[in-house]
């Protein structure tokens, strides 16, 4: 068994929520996954099995079995182990929807792996769980989940001026043109930025960029044209930029992501 599913939330959900994944494996070979960094936070509910972390982006952080798991934004990998089996629900969190989602902001789990039901409470994380094991197929999952956070919004933002530069160094911008458009100095955004989601605002715009290039490496794509694609000043650039984020280059990415691809 090999399943695949991915869908975008309820309409009320998408300014917090960018889209659901849910997986379900079984009898494949033991792998070791890696969990790249991305622009989203990271918010997984297991149906079976826990999820195992062999090592976490905080290499202080000891490996652990999670029946949920909150990750922040991060900017080196987790490797996620299995034994041929994994099942779960995969939630892509938005930065700047983490206080009305989770009530708390970006910063407070950045480059961290926590179990969720410390964040989100042990009898909503239980019964979240409990229900995504009832249902049916992966479109009534994803519905057990929009249920679930639709019932946790609150009316609460963080400063509209981080998540206005956030939206823009991610397009492409820089520090300096964002910095200006929210009327700010450079040091003051990368102050408020880095205090509000983790990470300071050049470390989001390559987050965002390596992610757009990652997507886009597939079997045969040549590495050059989607270095030039994506903002890169060469493939040397991009590898190197790989090499930082996923701890390889893209081609032991693309054989362990890709096992018919050679290293």
Excluded at 97 to 121: I, M, Q, T
Excluded at 178 to 201: K, N, Q, S
Excluded at 217 to 227: K, S, T
Aim: positive net charge; aromatic residues 8%.
């Amino acid at each position: 068994m090999d399943e695949y599913a991915q869908a975008r939330p309820a309409p009320a959900l998408r300014p917090h929520v960018a889209f659901y994944s849910g997986y379900r494996q079984r009898g494949l070979a033991p792998a070791l996954h890696r969990g790249l960094p991305s622009p989203y936070l990271t918010l997984i509910f297991t149906l079976d099995e826990p999820l195992v972390i062999a090592a976490h982006p905080d290499p202080a952080q000891a490996p652990g079995r999670y029946a949920s798991l909150l990750g922040g934004l991060h900017l080196t990998p987790a490797l996620i182990s299995h034994d041929g089996s994994q099942s779960g629900v995969q939630v892509a969190v938005r930065p700047e929807g983490c206080r009305a989602l989770l009530g708390l902001p970006a910063a407070a789990v950045a480059n961290l792996d926590v179990d969720a039901a410390a964040v989100l409470g042990e009898p909503f994380v239980g019964e979240v769980r409990e229900r995504l094991s009832e249902a049916a197929d992966w479109p009534a999952r994803f519905a057990v989940v929009d249920r679930a956070l639709g019932g946790r919004l609150r009316d609460t933002t963080g400063p509209a001026a981080v998540t206005e530069a956030y939206h823009l160094v991610n397009g492409g911008a820089s520090v300096a043109a964002a910095a200006a458009r929210v009327g700010w100095t450079g040091r003051h955004l990368t102050d408020r930025f880095r205090a509000e989601l983790g990470i300071r605002p050049k470390e989001a715009a390559r987050i965002a960029r390596f992610d757009r290039a990652r997507r886009a490496i597939r079997p045969g794509v040549r590495l050059a044209d989607v270095a030039a694609a994506h903002g890169y000043a060469d493939q040397s650039h991009l590898v190197r930029d790989f090499r930082a984020f996923a701890g390889c280059a893209p081609s032991r990415w693309l054989a362990d992501e890709f096992g018919f691809v050679q290293a």
